[in-house]
Each structure stands twice: as structure tokens, then as C-alpha cells.
């Protein structure tokens, strides 16, 4: 006996699709709206939120962690960094216990620009989701999750799907 809920139709589908396009779309206007005002593009947004998640998991995140994580040359990575310390945005420090391992920390002056961006999407969001049971959370971390996976498979490179062009 199947368990799950019946399928929703098709057009529900679609409109889970499209909002899902136009939520990237209103994000990225965001953050090129707010990160902007701080000299700040995207990927380097992008870079410092892959280096604050790594910090707060208690993790060192190197320069080819973070190069794979954006798909940056490595070069390209090298130059990031260098503009990321040049605004005192991060640091390169070198492990204590591998001297040859170079780690990349955030500063506070990031945080604080990473709070001044973020700050009030996190809030309307916080706002959104209050909205939500317990239980309704749960399902919508499972689907972002899994969208999450999925695009993250998706964007590795590998053979062309059936049908693609």
C-alpha cells in the first residue's frame, strides 16, 4: 500500500518551478542590490558565506575547498582572496597543526557586513516561516534540501542527459 500523498496535479508542479525561478531571480537582485552598497559581488557574498558556514561548522576551509565550492580557477580564487584581504573582509592563516595547510577566516568587519546585507532577508524569511507548523517546516527542509542535492548533482559536469541540447 502507497503511503504518500496522491501526486498534485501538473500545473502545481509548474508553479512550485516557476516560483522557485523567480525566488533565485528576486535573491540575486537582492544581492547585487545590497552587497553593492558594500563593494561587494556576488561571489565574493558567495565566498564569504562558504567561508562563515565552514567556520561555524568548526571546519578550516583552504583555498581549493573554496575554489571547487565557487568552480574558480584556481587562479581566479587566488585573486578573490587577495581582493577579500585587500578590504579586510579575510584572512589566510596557516594551521597550527599543518604549517603547509593555509586556512581562510573571516573577519569581524565581515560579519558585520554580512549581517548588514543578510540581516533583513533573514528577517522576512524568520517571518514567513513563523507562519508554518512544526511539522510543515520539516517538509519544507526536506524539499529544499533535496533541491539543494539535486541542482548540486546537476551541475557536475558529466554526460548530456537524453534528449538534451
Known sequence: MNTRDPQPPAD???AIIERLREFTTAMDHY?????????????DLNALGHVMDANRRGEDLGPGELAAA???????TSALLARLEGVG????RHSATDRRRVSIEMTAE???VGRAVFAPIGGAIR???AGFTPSEREVVLRFLSEIVDRTTVASQPGPEAPGGG
Not at 544581492?31 to 561571489?43: C, F, P, S, V
Not at 565557487?70 to 581566479?76: E, K
Open 110 to 112: 565581515a560579519m558585520q
Open 89 to 92: 573582509h579575510v584572512q589566510r
Open 31 to 43: 544581492i547585487d542590490a545590497h552587497g553593492g552598497r558594500h563593494g561587494l559581488h556576488r561571489t
Open 70 to 76: 565557487l568552480n574558480l580557477s584556481a587562479p581566479a
Open 12 to 14: 502545481l508542479d509548474e
Open 127 to 129: 517571518e514567513v516561516v
